[in-house]
C-alpha cells in the first residue's frame, strides 16, 4: 500500500485547509485510515481516524473543529480542518491500517502552517 497525501500549506489563525490521502496498491486490505502529526520538537500524535464502514474517531484538541471522512470507492481519506490555530502548524502525516491491524502504512507527510 502506497499513501499520497495532498493539501498542506499556509493559512491564518482563524482559516481553514482541507488536506486529502489515495492509497494504491492492496487497497482491499485497508480498515483504518487517519491523520498524524508531528510538530517540531514533539511526538507524533493522532488526530483523527476513520474505519472503513465510517467509525470516526478524534483527539480531543481537534473536536469541533477537524472533520475526517472517506471515500471508499477513491480510497482516499479527508481532513477538513476550520478555525486552525497556531498550535496545529506541524507535518501532518497520512496513515493506514490492515484489517487485524497487523500492517501500518504512513505517507510522506504534508506541512501544515497556521500563523497568527
Known amino acids: 500500500v502506497q499513501l499520497q497525501a495532498s493539501g498542506g500549506g499556509l493559512v491564518q489563525a482563524g482559516g481553514s485547509l482541507r488536506l486529502s490521502c489515495t492509497a494504491s496498491?492492496?487497497?482491499?486490505?485497508?480498515?483504518?485510515m487517519g491523520w498524524y502529526r508531528q510538530a517540531p520538537g514533539k511526538q507524533r500524535e493522532l488526530v483523527a481516524t476513520?474505519?472503513?464502514?465510517?467509525?470516526?474517531n478524534y483527539a480531543d484538541s481537534v473536536k469541533g473543529r477537524f472533520t475526517i471522512s472517506r471515500d471508499n470507492v477513491k480510497s482516499t481519506v479527508y481532513l477538513q480542518m476550520n478555525s486552525l490555530k497556531p498550535e496545529n502548524t506541524a507535518v501532518y502525516y497520512c496513515?493506514?491500517?490492515?484489517?487485524?491491524?497487523?500492517?501500518?502504512?504512513w505517507g510522506q507527510g504534508t506541512q501544515v502552517t497556521v500563523s497568527s
Open positions: 496498491g492492496t487497497t482491499f486490505s485497508i480498515n483504518v
Open positions: 496513515n493506514a491500517r490492515t484489517w487485524g491491524g497487523n500492517y501500518v502504512y
Open positions: 476513520v474505519t472503513k464502514d465510517g467509525n470516526t
